[in-house]
T-cell receptor, first 118, second 114 residues
Framework: AQKVTQAQTEISVVEKEDVTLDCVYETRDTTYYLFWYKQPPSGELVFLIR??????QNEISGRYSWNFQKSTSSFNFTITASQVVDSAVYFCALSEAFGETSGSRLTFGEGTQLTVNP | EAQVTQNPRYLITVTGKKLTVTCSQN?????MSWYRQDPGLGLRQIYYSMNVEVTDKGDVPEGYKVSRKEKRNFPLILESPSPNQTSLYFC?????????????FGPGTRLTVL
């Protein structure tokens, strides 16, 4: 069975601070995909990134960066120089890569509410 | 424009009054799913469908029904809604064998059962 844990329920920072959102996962699959989604106050889910389990390179996109460590089953998300518009709920998710039902579901973490104060 | 649509976006109803939330996608995706989102629990899959007339239970199917008579549509049916089904619901679709298993989400339906 797959499981994703986001232990930080809520994080509050002041604008321009760096903040890291933690994600730890469990899976028996050797190949899988990891995702991060953002849910702003308007409620829709915004796709941020996906990562293959066989690609452990870290990724940077503007102020966002992701640290994937297979050895610790973690896929952490860092926002550098946070802004008020980053305030949202962030979800980490996991998907199996192969198999008859691969692609039919995502296993989500509990979500982390990030509040960036001016 | 490629998209997943859900209707209604907001719904307030009373216990026991049957309702249907529609979901439609225009991307010819084989897979479709329903999730519910609750505080502290993240999103949990209710039902999924791998193709027309093929559906299966997800993690929290109790109290829900689905059908997949056409490839593009995957309605969620609550035959006798109860207050514990008050939640934010998302429909999603994806290609079978799609690159990275990317799922496309609808905008969400906020349901309140009084």
């Amino acid at each position: 069975a797959q499981k994703v844990t986001q232990a930080q329920t809520e994080i509050s920072v002041v604008e321009k601070e760096d903040v890291t959102l933690d994600c730890v996962y469990e899976t028996r699959d050797t190949t899988y995909y990891l995702f991060w989604y953002k849910q702003p106050p308007s409620g829709e889910l915004v796709f941020l990134i996906r990562r293959n389990s066989f690609d452990e390179q870290n990724e940077i996109s503007g102020r966002y960066s992701w640290n994937f460590q297979k050895s610790t089953s973690s896929f952490n998300f860092t926002i550098t120089a946070s802004q008020v518009v980053d305030s949202a709920v962030y979800f980490c998710a996991l998907s199996e890569a192969f198999g008859e039902t691969s692609g039919s579901r995502l296993t989500f973490g509990e979500g982390t509410q990030l509040t960036v104060n001016p | 424009e490629a998209q997943v649509t859900q209707n209604p976006r907001y719904l307030i109803t009373v216990t026991g009054k049957k309702l249907t939330v529609t979901c439609s996608q225009n991307m010819n995706h084989e897979y479709m799913s329903w999730y519910r989102q609750d505080p502290g629990l993240g999103l949990r899959q209710i039902y999924y469908s791998m193709n027309v007339e093929v559906t299966d239970k997800g993690d929290v199917p109790e109290g829900y029904k689905v059908s997949r008579k056409e490839k593009r549509n995957f309605p969620l049916i609550l035959e006798s809604p109860s207050p514990n089904q008050t939640s934010l619901y998302f429909c999603a679709s994806s290609f079978r064998g799609g690159r990275y298993n990317e799922q496309f989400f609808g905008p969400g339906t906020r349901l309140t059962v009084l």
